[in-house]
């Protein structure tokens, strides 16, 4: 099964040849792809991207900042492979845990979620991502530690009905699971960001987390084809 692997950067210039390099190691034989989307980054993350000459890498760029969400929609509606798998570009996750999650969608699982046990973030960061789970565990039934995590494994066929909507990424668990499809979470290693800046603050992803969450909550199935 070709797997897709979708990974989204905004001025990441020191982050994105290291993180393509660390893919491809951990994918190893596998039957895959890279996909990079660029969202309009002003630094040198395009050019850094361009240097890479590899047949199974590809870049998408985005000729303005559209956010994370957009980038990651248009990396999926791209992607050739059956099964697709999410990373950010900011080295803070670690590839060599997709594979061990690969294996998951051979045991009858659709959809498989990382869980961030050991996270190296912030306490805001912290703090608003367990409002998010809370809510979207409790009123969306998702049941994950980790649903924003940004490794995530699934068959494309899970998302190929759902139309784009703002915050899709913080999302994409409860829209499979309100499809009926079968999830599944993992744990995965979080590492300290090294380079780079987070491009998120915290009251404006409680904010959004929020106002996203009720828009699945009562108009999710306006949300698919």
């Known amino acids: 099964m070709k797997i897709s692997i979708i990974t989204t950067?905004?001025?990441?210039?020191?982050?994105?040849?290291?993180?393509?390099?660390?893919?491809?190691?951990?994918?190893?034989?596998?039957?895959?792809?890279?996909?990079?989307?660029?969202?309009?980054?002003?630094?040198?993350?395009?050019?850094?991207?361009?240097?890479?000459?590899?047949?199974?890498?590809?870049?998408?760029?985005m000729k303005k900042?559209?956010?994370k969400s957009f980038a990651l929609y248009e990396g999926i509606k791209n992607a050739?492979?059956?099964?697709i798998a999410t990373i950010d570009a900011d080295q803070q996750d670690d590839?060599?845990?997709?594979?061990?999650?690969v294996k998951q969608l051979d045991k009858g699982y659709d959809c498989v979620c990382g869980w961030r046990h050991k996270r190296k973030d912030s306490l805001g960061k912290r703090i608003t991502s367990k409002i998010g789970n809370f809510l979207n565990n409790k009123l969306l039934g998702v049941n994950l530690h980790d649903s924003n995590c940004?490794?995530?494994?699934?068959?494309k066929e899970c998302i190929s009905e759902i139309r784009y909507f703002e915050n899709f990424h913080r999302f994409i668990p409860a829209m499979i699971k309100l499809q009926g499809f079968k999830i599944k979470e993992c744990k995965v290693?979080?590492?300290?960001?090294?380079?780079g800046v987070s491009k998120y603050s915290v009251?404006?992803?409680?904010?959004?987390?929020i106002?996203?969450?009720?828009?699945?909550k009562l108009k999710h199935r306006e949300l698919l084809k």
């Open 65 to 67: 900042r559209l956010g």
């Open 95 to 101: 590839p060599e845990d997709i594979p061990k999650m």
């Open 211 to 216: 106002k996203t969450f009720l828009l699945v």
């Open 189 to 195: 290693r979080h590492y300290p960001r090294v380079y």
């Open 150 to 155: 940004p490794v995530k494994v699934f068959r």
């Open 80 to 83: 050739n492979g059956k099964a």
């Open 9 to 61: 950067a905004y001025n990441e210039e020191k982050n994105i040849v290291p993180m393509y390099e660390k893919i491809k190691k951990a994918m190893g034989k596998e039957d895959y792809e890279i996909i990079a989307v660029d969202d309009g980054s002003n630094d040198k993350t395009l050019a850094e991207l361009l240097r890479i000459k590899d047949n199974a890498f590809r870049v998408i760029r």
């Open 203 to 209: 009251h404006g992803r409680l904010l959004e987390t």
